[in-house]
């Protein structure tokens, strides 16, 4: 049995682990429902969680009490030096498997003020799974450059044409004689090309002429100045 007690929260902490609530929103929508999600507080092990998302694995709601493992899982990690969190294996009642981490929240005095738990449902069908990949209407594109200063203009064209066809190859609406369209469309969100050589450098990286770039360019800027 665990021999944590409750600690009681100053205003300034309880604001601390209410922050945490838009934190658990994101990371719900990110991972998917296979992903039970529960904030503690360890002010009130009686009434502990003051957030759960997919609670349906384990059967919590929101004022469900803290339960032993927690405890115990709290337990162990204050006992490990210069560690917030432990990762594990459990089950819920029903005996289903389950992955799980228990994270420290700490106070301004450092001190622990409640849980994050985080519990994937192993036998979340792949299904659900796979369509957390697949392509949405809410795309964005983000590079990591780990040396843009070396980088040539010819390396960043064919890197930006390479992400823009996964993009649309990933995209089921898209039809196959609008794929070249599509990617300069991408590549004219991205600027590319402002830059003097870039239809060049594009029209060759897909294996098509410079006229047929700038011939999907007119039509785009047709259709933004309509």
Same mark, same amino acid.
């Given at each position: 049995?665990?021999?944590?007690?409750?600690?009681?929260?100053?205003?300034?902490?309880?604001?601390?682990?209410?922050?945490?609530?838009?934190?658990?929103?994101?990371?719900?929508?990110?991972?998917?429902?296979?992903?039970?999600?529960?904030?503690?507080?360890?002010?009130?092990?009686?009434?502990?969680?003051?957030?759960?998302?997919?609670?349906?694995?384990?059967?919590?709601?929101?004022?469900?009490?803290?339960?032993?493992?927690?405890?115990?899982?709290?337990?162990?990690?204050?006992?490990?030096?210069?560690?917030?969190?432990?990762?594990?294996?459990?089950?819920?009642?029903?005996?289903?498997?389950?992955?799980?981490?228990?994270? #420290?929240?700490?106070?301004?005095?450092?001190?622990?003020?409640?849980?994050?738990?985080?519990?994937?449902?192993?036998?979340?069908?792949?299904?659900?799974?796979?369509?957390?990949?697949?392509?949405?209407?809410?795309?964005?594109?983000?590079?990591?450059?780990?040396?843009?200063?070396?980088?040539?203009?010819?390396?960043?064209?064919?890197?930006?044409?390479?992400?823009?066809?996964?993009?649309?190859?990933?995209?089921?609406?898209?039809?196959?004689?609008?794929?070249?369209?599509?990617?300069?469309?991408?590549?004219?969100?991205?600027?590319?090309?402002?830059?003097?050589?870039?239809?060049?450098?594009?029209?060759?990286?897909?294996? #098509?002429?410079?006229?047929?770039?700038?011939?999907?360019?007119?039509?785009?800027?047709?259709?933004?100045?309509?």
């Amino acid at each position: 049995m665990s021999e944590v007690t409750p600690v009681p929260l100053s205003p300034r902490n309880k604001q601390i682990l209410l922050s945490y609530i838009p934190v658990l929103d994101g990371l719900a929508e990110y991972l998917g429902s296979g992903y039970e999600i529960v904030l503690h507080s360890l002010e009130d092990f009686d009434h502990s969680a003051i957030k759960v998302i997919h609670g349906e694995h384990t059967g919590r709601t929101e004022g469900a009490p803290i339960t032993d493992l927690a405890l115990d899982m709290l337990e162990r990690i204050q006992r490990q030096r210069h560690t917030n969190h432990i990762c594990y294996f459990t089950t819920n009642g029903k005996g289903d498997p389950l992955k799980s981490t228990t994270i #420290i929240i700490r106070g301004v005095e450092g001190e622990p003020i409640g849980l994050l738990c985080i519990n994937f449902y192993l036998n979340t069908p792949l299904s659900d799974c796979i369509s957390l990949l697949s392509a949405n209407n809410d795309q964005r594109s983000e590079h990591f450059e780990q040396n843009p200063i070396k980088e040539s203009l010819e390396d960043r064209v064919n890197r930006l044409v390479a992400h823009a066809r996964t993009l649309v190859d990933n995209d089921p609406h898209v039809l196959p004689s609008l794929r070249n369209r599509e990617i300069i469309a991408i590549l004219n969100d991205e600027g590319i090309f402002q830059i003097k050589e870039s239809v060049a450098l594009v029209a060759q990286a897909l294996s #098509i002429s410079k006229g047929t770039v700038y011939l999907h360019l007119r039509t785009l800027r047709e259709q933004d100045a309509r």
